[in-house]
């Protein structure tokens, strides 16, 4: 599945490249209130996501287990919750020994291999207790081939030329049927269902899988719908901006992460990185629009590698620059406790739970980002000012600043030490080392150290 989607991201940066010129004449005030009329869920602003691969996130492979460990994410201070799939998964052309939780064959009902409807209430009122919110991963394009659908509604599915039912085109998802969402009775069912996660579940929103497969007016119509039951917070998978409008809060940044390996792997500079961020910034992608920024997810994790085999020596540094720059960060379960494994997609396959200095990482950033709202998402955080440097092939340097504070960060994006200094701008002043404390203050000829990979950040003092 991956692959298709790694496929896709690339295609996606051409798009974005040739409405470039475009978006360049329109103010980039206008720009946002034309391209961003979702009006997001006050507690996104500032949050961090965390996805929960159910049958792979405890021994037991079930929402009761999972509802045990949301203390342990409380301390971690994370705040949505994203659960991979939770209904029913289908038996007909089943890929695995379990099938995939994408193939589903009951769009109302939990998986009993997770546990009970039940069960996934008591999940959610434990996890409202503690002051998360939880969001749902809907899979609208496509259903299992044993989903009563197929026999009840064969109209709702589309075609292939023998006049057949088909899987989505070019893929190789062999274990579901494509929708054709020009069917309005399909559109009915498919809203409704999703209506009744929110307001019988107590579901706060959804990760939609595969978005750009579905009409866009479709998830705007759902989005009003589900904004009128409470206010939901939306993720699609995928890079679109004008899903932005009056649908999605946030977008996949599938660029940002194929930058960011190619940084990692020497195939490209801190100057790429520069790039992707202030073309996306300055150019194309509104402001308001949440981009999510991540260094593992489930697909990447199972197909096409670990954090570690993604990011090497600069896996700190990525998911430093995924918390500070602009965004919303998302952590996928085990990476804070150094999961080496790529997970089975398929099976059973649990992960191994232990102490890592990742999980005081992730909790320090998670800190670090709600006490800062120059950090915080969209409009609600401050753009990205770059702040030029005496190394700019090597360290990325950035101010994130609004009226309550400022926060600087400066990455080594290279296998050797620097010494750099950051010119003059807009930063300088009295800072303090988010790391050890100590006080800094930035001058237009202040030298600062960085060791290989290393990511520094300073906030700033008033003086």
Known sequence: MSAFRTALAASLIGLASASASLAQTVPPETRDSELVRVEHPDWSHDAVLYQINLRQFTSEGSIAAAEAELPRLAELGVDILWLMPVQPIGVAERKGELGSPYSISDYRAVNPELGTMEDMRAFIDA?????????????????AWDNPLIE???????????????????????????????????????????????????????????????????????????????????LAEWEQR??????????????????????AMGHADAGALRGHYFYEEANSWPRDAY??????????????????????????????????????????NGQEAGNQDRLAFFQRDPIEWREHPLNALFRDL??????????????????????????????????????????????????????????????????????????????????????????????????
């Open 242 to 263: 004008d899903l932005h409008r009056d649908a999605f809060d946030a977008t996949y940044a599938w660029t940002w992460n194929n930058t960011m390996h190619d940084v």
């Open 366 to 463: 998670v800190d670090l980002r709600h006490a800062n709202s120059a950090l915080w998402a969209g409009a609600a955080g401050a753009p990205m000012q770059n702040i030029q440097n005496s190394h700019e092939s090597s360290v990325f340097s950035f101010l994130r600043q609004d009226s309550r504070n400022a926060v600087l960060t400066a990455i080594n994006f290279s296998a050797a030490p620097v010494q750099t200094v950051l010119h003059e701008g807009p930063h300088q002043g009295l800072y303090r080392d988010w790391q050890t404390g100590e006080s800094i203050r930035f001058e237009a000829d202040t030298m600062l150290e960085l060791e290989p990979w290393e990511g520094r950040v300073f906030i700033a003092i008033d003086e």
């Open 127 to 143: 996890a409202h207790e503690l002051g998360f919110h939880v969001i749902l991963d809907w899979v609208a394009n496509h259903s």
């Open 291 to 332: 981009r999510m920024r991540y260094t593992s997810n489930h697909d990447q994790n199972s197909w096409e590698g670990t954090q570690f085999e993604r990011f090497g020596d600069a896996l700190e540094a990525a998911i430093i620059l995924s918390f500070t720059g602009s965004g919303i960060p998302l952590i996928y």
């Open 152 to 234: 009840a509604h064969p109209d709702w599915y589309s075609r292939d030329w023998r006049g057949d039912m088909q899987p989505p085109t070019g893929t190789d998802w062999s274990d579901v049927a494509d929708f054709d969402y020009g069917n309005a009775d399909l559109r009915d069912y498919m809203a409704e269902s999703m209506a009744f996660w929110v307001r019988e579940v107590g579901f706060d929103g959804f990760r939609c899988d595969v978005a750009g497969f579905v009409p866009i007016d479709f998830w705007e119509r759902v989005r009003a719908e589900l904004d009128a039951i409470r206010p939901v917070f939306m």
